[in-house]
């Protein structure tokens, strides 16, 4: 029988994503996600509950992130969960969970969009991503996932989904 490790937040990012290059050339970028909950209590009164995630993102995504995303910018995040263990400097052990993304995606209006009328054609042609303006020809291609027309503007980026159980 096949597994299946999905997340999916929506949320708003808690600081600008923080870059990294390796040696070995790969890019990472990782920034905390906010998302709230509300509820109301027993005394019937309105609270709200806020779970901030660490999310990692690689390659092209941490690019487009880094490129695309700012603090408090309201975002849809797709990935896998993940766990890790370390020995930090003063010889602890450490373990963090972190939400590898495979899907990021713009979900507000960004207000550098001149051409941005509320109409016309969604996304418009300056939002797409594509193989032709991504720097490195071998990083994966973004999916087509279409978009409902709505006053939000949506940037889609994708790594592949390689080893998909089914």
Known sequence: MASLNKVILVGNLGRDPEMRHL??????????LATTESYKDKSDQWQQQTEWHDIVAWRYLAERAEQLFKKGSFVYVEGKLTHRKWVDKEGNNRTSTE???????????????SNYSGAGSFPSPSDEISTSNNPNPSAPKPSNTPVAATAQEEVVVEEPADDLPF
Not at 23 to 32: D, I, P, W
Not at 99 to 113: G, M, P, T
């Open 99 to 113: 939400i590898v993304a495979q899907s990021l995606r713009l979900l507000e209006r960004r207000e550098s969009n």
């Open 23 to 32: 040696e070995n050339g790969a890019s990472v970028a990782k920034f905390s």
